[in-house]
């Protein structure tokens, strides 16, 4: 039991050591967080990008902003949540600043299962990256973010049934790619 508080404390510790340090702009610091935190960040970009290149613009606008908006955390600990939520927004705020955001009204709300189970990861990862952008951005938000339809709404300043709809496009269109592979 004292092993395990003693790696909290630790981690704690550490974790506002490096969040101070990066509130004073020391460099060191901030590539430490920048290396503890990329890989992951790097994977929510990359699920609302669908492009490397465009995944790493925006894994660097993402830092800026964590190394800009640093002082406001007011737990370092929460600091992986924190930078992945930062990551999210930059990746929806770009779909939306490029117009690449498609309002689709219809009555397509069948809900469609898909069954993950027989594919490997990486297929699955190849396949959402496949998908038309607010789709894929759709698909990220609902099923792997957890927002519900109205937040989802509400971040890309569409209806709810705009969210449905793509919901429901993009999980046909997934089962599509995943069968044909």
Known sequence: MENSQTLSVDRTQTYRALVDACIRH???AQRALYDMLAPMCMGVCLRYAGTVVVAEDLLQEGFVKVFEKI???RDPEKIRPWA???MVNVSVQYLRKKEMVVVAEGVEDV?????????AMEDIVLAIGQ??????MVFN???VEGYNHDEVAQMMRCSNVSVRVN???AKKHLKE?????
Request: proline residues 11%.
């Open 84 to 86: 992945y939520q930062i």
């Open 26 to 28: 020391e460099s060191k």
């Open 131 to 136: 998908l038309p952008p607010t789709q894929r």
């Open 111 to 119: 809900p469609v299962s898909v069954d993950f189970s027989p594919f």
């Open 177 to 181: 790619l995943l069968n044909n592979r």
């Open 71 to 73: 002082a406001t955390l």
């Open 167 to 169: 919901l429901c496009r």
């Open 141 to 143: 938000l609902c099923e």
